[in-house]
């Protein structure tokens, strides 16, 4: 059982005018809430560095000469605060350019201090919301992805990455869930209200990926009748993952690193780059390091991409994951495919656990949605698993395996064989015995020795 503990709202008042700061302090104190006070920029930053506000009220003439520096300061060592800006009404394009940087709302210097409390409630109230939707959002996650340390590791890495601008390389099979862990990545970010964007860069070819990524200019190529922005465009502010990047080929590997140096891109066709703001997350199911060997893959993109690098275990190594799995993909798909099945049954479960899955979840989410489709009522049965799932099973079975996938002694390995068959078959004892390659008398003895009820 989770146990919910009292969170304390922290606020810090950053104000020039002391005697206004020491006022706000009055109308923003409540119940769980801290309000601490500075009044001057180095108060500012020596507060900011210490320890996290979830709330920051800045005032921007608190630095003069360079208040953006400020702005992105407390950003980045805070990126979850929600900042609220105080300005002065001739300066509104500073206000703008702080909401541009991340801030969460502005207000002019000459609004009162129940109009500043007010706002603060409001970015409160988001933030205990916000808490308690990640909580909720992470108790899932870790639920799908499963509980075993491998897993752990990766929920910790996403934890501590997911709040910086840091890019991040997926590694892992294909179908273990990296656009998940990376779409997880974005959500968690303070990047989160702005968009996600996924390309699949195997799926495209070389000339279309270039124009896809980067844009294009109208007369740039035959058919390019208008212009394109490109995806990174699209992605704005927000995250873009570049799935299967060891496909890349070496002419955009040049150009996407131009882009994680210099934050420009270059639209096909064009005599001018342009600035971006975008976070990259790259994945790949391929050894990148023996790409770098082979000279496939360029080197310093390599180390540029890799600054944070995050494993993703097969499905096969995190077993412990499949029930919540199997259960989340049974109500996808009862939607999808308006169906109301709310289970399977004892065999399949077991078949289920028995299967190696060389497709990882990808391929168990195709496997749960055939077997939705071919249910006859609103449980799952083995006859409604694919083919190769209940080959997979009876074979691991009759080579002495139990449903966790441990070798079993030889007498349970027999009990259990004999009594699938049976089942199998609808208890045909005759049948039964020519299927296991026994006499019918051997069968019996056998049965009456595990105690099989016939």
């Avoid at 005018?17 to 001057?40: I, M, N, W």
């Avoid at 994951?321 to 993909?329: C, D, I, R, T, Y």
């Amino acid at each position: 059982m989770r146990h919910t503990e009292k969170v304390e709202f922290k606020v810090l008042v950053a104000c020039a005018d002391s005697a206004y700061g020491q006022t706000l302090e009055g109308f923003l104190k409540r119940p769980g809430r801290s309000v601490e006070r500075c009044h001057d920029a180095q108060g500012l930053l020596r507060l900011a560095s210490r320890r996290a506000y979830e709330v920051m009220v800045l005032d921007l003439a608190l630095d003069e000469e360079s208040p953006m520096d400020t702005v992105s300061f407390v950003l980045q060592k805070n990126p979850a605060t929600r900042l609220i800006l105080l300005f002065d009404l001739e300066r509104m394009d500073r206000a703008l350019e702080g909401i541009r940087l991340g801030a969460f709302f502005y207000l002019p210097r000459s609004c009162t201090p129940s109009d500043v409390a007010l706002v603060v409630d409001k970015a409160v109230q988001s933030m205990a919301l916000q808490t308690t939707v990640d909580a909720y959002e992470q108790t899932v996650f870790e639920e799908l992805v499963g509980r075993t340390e491998a897993m752990q590791r990766v929920v910790d890495l996403i934890r501590k990455v997911a709040p910086t601008d840091s890019t991040v390389l997926l590694l892992g099979e294909s179908g273990t869930g990296k656009e998940v862990v990376a779409h997880t990545l974005h959500r968690l970010s303070r990047r989160n209200d702005r968009p996600f964007v996924a390309v699949n860069c195997a799926a495209l070819p070389e000339a279309l990926l270039e124009s896809e990524l980067f844009g294009h200019v109208r007369g740039a190529f035959t058919g390019a009748d208008r212009d394109n922005p490109g995806l990174f465009a699209e992605a704005e502010g927000g995250t873009i993952f570049l799935d299967e990047i060891g496909d890349m080929s070496l002419i955009t590997q040049a150009k996407l690193l131009r882009v994680l140096q210099n934050g420009e891109v270059r639209p096909v066709g064009a005599n001018m780059s342009r600035r971006v703001d975008v976070r990259v997350i790259a994945a790949t199911n391929c050894d990148l390091l023996d790409a770098v060997e082979r000279h496939a893959f360029r080197e310093d993109l390599y180390f540029r991409l890799n600054v944070v690098q995050i494993r993703i275990p097969p499905l096969r190594e995190r077993m412990d994951a499949l029930p919540a799995l199997v259960n989340h993909f049974i109500a996808q798909h009862n939607v999808r495919f308006g169906r109301q099945v709310r289970g399977m049954d004892g065999t399949s479960a077991q078949y289920l656990r028995q299967y190696s899955y060389p497709g990882n979840v990808r391929e168990l989410e195709s496997i749960i949605a055939h077997a939705v489709i071919m249910a006859d009522d609103d449980l799952i049965r083995p006859q409604d698993l694919p083919d190769a799932v209940r080959q997979g099973a009876v074979r691991r079975l009759a080579l002495g395996h139990d449903p966790d996938g441990n070798i079993m002694p030889l007498a349970a390995s027999e009990e259990r064989h004999i009594r699938e068959t049976l089942k199998a078959l609808r208890g045909n004892q005759s049948l039964a015995a020519k299927k296991l390659n026994i006499s019918r008398s051997t069968l019996w003895r056998k049965m009456k020795e595990y105690e099989i009820d016939s």
